[in-house]
């Protein structure tokens, strides 16, 4: 709810600027990216992914960028609106192994504020 | 949120107390997660699921329990509530197979143990 977004680092932007989020991940292993938008009192919702044989993928207003050599991963939203104010986490999954699901480790994420 | 609901959606509660959550699911996917979610941690991996009665720990099992009866349900228990339990909790369910590993959340629990 609204304590998610205490003590997150914060980016504010202008409603209709272009918005970029930045994710440093851990594991060089990791396969699979995904993008997480958390509004206030509800839980994470998807909203794009990325497989490790990539390095860039574009949805709706929305574009993933994979950085594999520094570890990095980046979340542009286009013409940023009010409605996109929320927390953004990034999470990572390991490389499958023995036909096991690796689960998702997640960031601690970022908080969009959006200005009219 | 389509196809996964938690409940209830709050509670409070006294330090001692049993205290279960809920999570169902209508999606007959493999996988189900709990997590807490706490300012400064992000979301931390309580427990999860591989299938029916297949359950693991994840990074902060400690005090917590949980178990899988049925492919729909996911119980989170907290035998002994204490205050540092307090938070909010989501399930989660994920679908096996070669398609996306992404995770469907339910809207969270709100946990004040008092």
Same mark, same amino acid.
């Given at each position: 709810?609204?304590?998610?977004?205490?003590? /997150?680092?914060?980016?504010? *932007?202008?409603?209709?600027?272009?918005? !970029?989020?930045?994710?440093?991940?851990?594991? %060089? =292993?990791?396969?699979?990216?995904?993008?997480?938008?958390?509004?206030?009192?509800?839980?994470?919702?998807?909203?794009?992914?990325?497989?490790?044989?990539?390095?860039?993928?574009?949805?709706?207003?929305?574009?993933? /960028?994979?950085?594999?050599? *520094?570890?990095?991963?980046?979340?542009? !939203?286009?013409?940023?609106?009010?409605?996109? %104010? =929320?927390?953004?986490?990034?999470?990572?999954?390991?490389?499958?192994?023995?036909?096991?699901?690796?689960?998702?480790?997640?960031?601690?994420?970022?908080?969009?504020?959006?200005?009219? | 949120?389509?196809?996964?609901?938690?409940?209830?959606?709050?509670?409070?509660?006294?330090?001692?107390?049993?205290?279960?959550?809920?999570?169902?699911?209508?999606?007959?996917?493999?996988?189900?997660?709990?997590?807490?979610?706490?300012?400064?941690?992000?979301?931390?991996?309580?427990?999860?699921?591989?299938?029916?009665?297949?359950?693991?720990?994840?990074?902060?099992?400690?005090?917590?329990?949980?178990?899988?009866?049925?492919?729909?349900?996911?119980?989170?228990?907290?035998?002994?509530?204490?205050?540092?339990?307090?938070?909010?909790?989501?399930?989660?369910?994920?679908?096996?197979?070669?398609?996306?590993?992404?995770?469907?959340?339910?809207?969270?629990?709100?946990?004040?143990?008092?």
């Amino acid at each position: 709810g609204e304590s998610v977004g205490l003590h /997150l680092p914060t980016l504010s *932007v202008q409603e209709g600027d272009n918005s !970029i989020i930045n994710c440093a991940y851990s594991n %060089s =292993a990791s396969d699979y990216f995904i993008w997480y938008k958390q509004e206030s009192g509800k839980g994470p919702q998807f909203i794009i992914d990325i497989r490790s044989n990539m390095d860039k993928r574009q949805g709706q207003r929305v574009t993933v /960028l994979l950085n594999k050599t *520094v570890k990095h991963l980046s979340l542009q !939203i286009a013409a940023t609106q009010p409605g996109d %104010s =929320a927390v953004y986490f990034c999470a990572e999954k390991e490389r499958n192994y023995g036909g096991s699901q690796g689960n998702l480790i997640f960031g601690k994420g970022t908080k969009l504020s959006v200005k009219p | 949120d389509a196809g996964i609901t938690q409940s209830p959606r709050h509670k409070v509660t006294e330090t001692g107390t049993p205290v279960t959550l809920r999570c169902h699911q209508t999606e007959n996917h493999r996988y189900m997660y709990w997590y807490r979610q706490d300012p400064g941690h992000g979301l931390r991996l309580i427990h999860y699921s591989y299938g029916v009665k297949d359950t693991d720990k994840g990074e902060v099992s400690d005090g917590y329990s949980v178990s899988r009866s049925k492919t729909e349900d996911f119980l989170l228990t907290l035998e002994s509530a204490t205050s540092s339990q307090t938070s909010v909790y989501f399930c989660a369910i994920s679908e096996s197979g070669t398609g996306g590993y992404g995770y469907t959340f339910g809207s969270g629990t709100r946990l004040t143990v008092v």
